[in-house]
């Protein structure tokens, strides 16, 4: 079991590259533990996560989150190995080309966007609460400025699909008014205070990536946008800061959120599925030996 030491531990989703690699390399550099929940590799050469990996301060842990089989492994395995966690993370996301369904029959986006973080975060209250910090962060966007409207009961089947603009900015807005919903339950009852952050434009293009955004976005990204180490601040200061629960900040202010009438509707659509669908299905086998990436050395 890990965070015996006095280092504060973060737990990461989507760390694998852009700003949740950039935040991870940060909070490395500051000397704290951090775990990772990540679908992809880390890139091979990176020697901080190298040297990081082999002291112990860097725990890997491997999931699609859009998938509740893969989900619920990577999930047990980091409550076998990990004591405590002072700030979670949820940042893994992104546009994607077209509309595309989750194993469980739902909108992708929907599903990584708005359902995970739910379903991690109910998973990670205990390890929180034996935190010193007791926070959660999502990763939210400022897309959904450009929603004229929002209608929960279709995130999970919408009829049709516009890059940026359609399911990626819905399910960050439904993301954050969940957030808001839950947060004052969730700071009375067990101490967590939860926020969402946008973290800004970053260029995060990479080979093979950007097919998720409208063609005039990828030129403003690789020219205009500044790196991801910009968006990891926003996301640490969004942890770090004194903001109430269930706000959503933007370059570091509270801003309001649209459609905040259906705030609850939202929340009950992530009860139901946690409560109903995640929490009833059939317990995994107990969690195999962690799976550990080998970082050439
Ligand atoms: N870049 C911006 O300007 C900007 C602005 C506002 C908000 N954001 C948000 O910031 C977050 C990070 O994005 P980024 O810009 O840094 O892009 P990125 O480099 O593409 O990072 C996205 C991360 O999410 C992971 N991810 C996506 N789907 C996943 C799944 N099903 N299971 C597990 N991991 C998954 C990706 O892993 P894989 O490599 O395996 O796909 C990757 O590690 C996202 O939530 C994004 O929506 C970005």
């Not at 989703?13 to 880390?42: H, N, P, Y």
């Not at 940042?91 to 369904?101: E, H, P, R």
């Not at 260029?203 to 990204?221: D, I, Q, W």
Request: aromatic content about 8%; overall charge positive.
């Amino acid at each position: 079991m890990h965070n015996q030491s006095s280092a504060y531990t973060a737990l990461i989703t989507g760390a694998s590259s852009g700003i949740g690699l950039a935040l991870t390399r940060k909070l490395l550099g500051e000397g704290w533990d951090v775990a990772v929940l990540i679908r992809s590799d880390f890139p091979a050469d990176d020697q901080l996560l190298q040297e990081s990996r082999k002291r112990g301060q860097l725990r890997i842990y491997k999931a699609d989150v859009s998938s509740f089989t893969s989900l619920r492994q990577g999930l047990e395995q980091i409550k076998s190995q990990e004591a405590s966690i002072d700030v979670l993370f949820n940042n893994a996301g992104g546009s994607f080309d077209k509309l595309m369904y989750s194993p469980q029959g739902r909108e992708l986006h929907y599903e990584v966007q708005t359902v995970a973080p739910y379903i991690i975060t109910m998973e990670m209250v205990e390890q929180l609460k034996r935190g010193r910090l007791k926070r959660v962060v999502h990763t939210s966007s400022n897309a959904f400025d450009f929603l004229k409207s929002f209608d929960a009961a279709t995130l999970a089947r919408p009829a049709s699909f516009k890059k940026l603009t359609g399911p990626y900015a819905t399910t960050k807005l439904a993301m954050s008014l969940w957030t808001q919903a839950a947060a004052a339950a969730m700071e009375q009852e067990h101490g967590i205070v939860m926020r969402s952050v946008d973290p800004g434009p970053n260029n995060t293009l990479r080979k093979g990536t950007g097919s998720g955004l409208p063609f005039y976005v990828r030129p403003l990204m690789k020219f205009f946008f500044p790196p991801p180490t910009r968006g990891a601040s926003l996301l640490y200061d969004g942890a770090m800061g004194d903001a109430p629960a269930g706000s959503l900040l933007a370059k570091g202010k509270i801003k309001a959120l649209p459609f905040a009438t259906q705030a609850q509707a939202v929340l009950s659509q992530m009860e139901q599925i946690y409560n109903q669908e995640y929490q009833s299905a059939t317990p995994i086998d107990p969690p195999a030996p962690q799976q550990q990436l080998v970082i050439p050395s």
